[in-house]
């Protein structure tokens, strides 16, 4: 195969590795996902939060009703009991007053048992998310150090071929080069193939016996008449 033909090869070689370190980096896990999931761990802790100190509030005031609650029924069943009052009227009056009175704080108690219960599922939960974000959080400082390391090392890799690249095209035709950027863009990266028999690599359509001559004999670029590859004899000679 002809010299020029053999610097698009390596030309090809460094297109390839350029891509593949591409879609690499490209793959690579930056974190964004996992600070996506962090973020909504932290909205539902804020929320969990509110319901929390709001719950911690309503039962401050549950007590508080009851204790006032309490205290005046203590009062009424005093005023019941002492022998103060002796009126049937007044007596039955504050029998009542001392019953609703009762009925209240056994209601106001239930609500303070169902908020107790309701708190500790809560901080169980808030619990559990916060752990989770905490692991999360610890997970993402990794990721984003690999991504740091890895993607650091790629983009040098790249560089690297970059100029590589450009050496070697500068070595090559312009016209045959820019045939070669052509056929590679409509051909998913691979725009030259190295033939070892009768049949091209890119397409393993067989080549007719005139093109694998003149191949082998180096007169001028060849193509394959199936896919328009740029084709060179890398067979028996080497």
């Given amino acids: 195969m002809s010299e020029e033909l053999r610097i698009l090869y390596k030309v090809q070689i460094a297109d390839t590795e350029i891509a593949r370190r591409q879609q690499a980096l490209t793959e690579l896990d930056t974190g964004a996902e996992l600070e996506q999931e962090i973020a909504s761990l932290q909205a539902e802790l804020a929320e969990l939060g509110a319901r929390r100190e709001a719950l911690e509030n309503e039962t401050l005031d549950r007590e508080l009703e009851v204790k006032t609650l309490e205290e005046k029924r203590d009062r009424f069943q005093k005023q019941l009991y002492g022998g103060a009052v002796s009126n049937p ?50 997970t993402v400082e990794q990721v984003r150090k690999r991504y740091e390391t890895t993607g650091g090392r790629l983009r040098d890799e790249i560089a690297e071929l970059k100029a590589e690249r450009k050496q070697l095209a500068s070595q090559v035709n312009a016209r045959l080069l820019k045939r070669y950027d052509q056929i590679r863009e409509r051909s998913g990266g691979l725009a030259l193939v190295r ?44």
């Fill in 89 to 138: 009227r007044q007596l039955s009056d504050l029998q009542g007053e001392v019953a609703m009175l009762g009925r209240e704080i056994g209601k106001t108690e239930d609500r303070l048992l169902e908020i107790m219960e309701e708190l500790e599922d809560l901080r169980a939960e808030i619990a559990e998310r916060e752990t989770r974000t905490a692991e999360l959080t610890a």
């Fill in 195 to 238: 033939v070892l028999d009768e049949t091209c690599p890119g397409c393993h359509i067989g080549l007719p016996s005139e093109t694998v001559k003149a191949m082998k004999a180096g007169r001028q670029v060849q193509h394959c008449d199936n896919c328009a590859r740029i084709l060179f004899w890398g067979g028996e000679e080497e």
